[in-house]
């Protein structure tokens, strides 16, 4: 009933950057916190960004100063902007957002993935 869409990922060379956007559909009534996480080849997955429905943000140290995240709550939308990356930004990120659908139930919904390759 619900789906997250990731797009936006890809090969950039050290140094470029790239915008990833996430879009939720379905029967939606509401979505809060919305997230991205990544995870690389052998490593767990981790938090990189949140954002709350009200526009408060928080994101991984190793990212901090090198990305924004934002939101369009008219589209269910969430972006991460990338700057400066570099080859350790190499790993699969996930859409995650907590939604409550038509029915009134509220849980958390993951997308599928979209990988992103930091290489010359």
């Known amino acids: 009933q619900v789906q997250l869409v990731e797009s936006g990922g890809g090969l950039v060379q050290p140094g470029g950057s790239l915008r990833l956007s996430c879009a939720a559909s379905g029967s939606i009534v509401s979505i809060g916190a919305m997230r991205w996480y990544r995870q690389a080849p052998g490593k767990q997955r981790e938090l990189v960004a949140s954002?709350?429905?009200?526009?408060?943000?928080s994101s991984t140290d190793a990212v901090k100063g090198r990305s924004t995240i934002s939101r369009d709550n008219a589209k269910n939308t969430v972006f991460l902007q990338m700057n400066s990356l570099k080859p350790e930004d190499t790993a699969v990120y996930y859409c995650n957002a907590d939604i409550t659908i038509w029915t009134g139930s509220r849980r958390n919904y993951w997308g599928q993935g979209t990988q992103v390759t930091v290489s010359s």
């Open positions: 954002i709350t429905n009200g526009g408060s943000t």
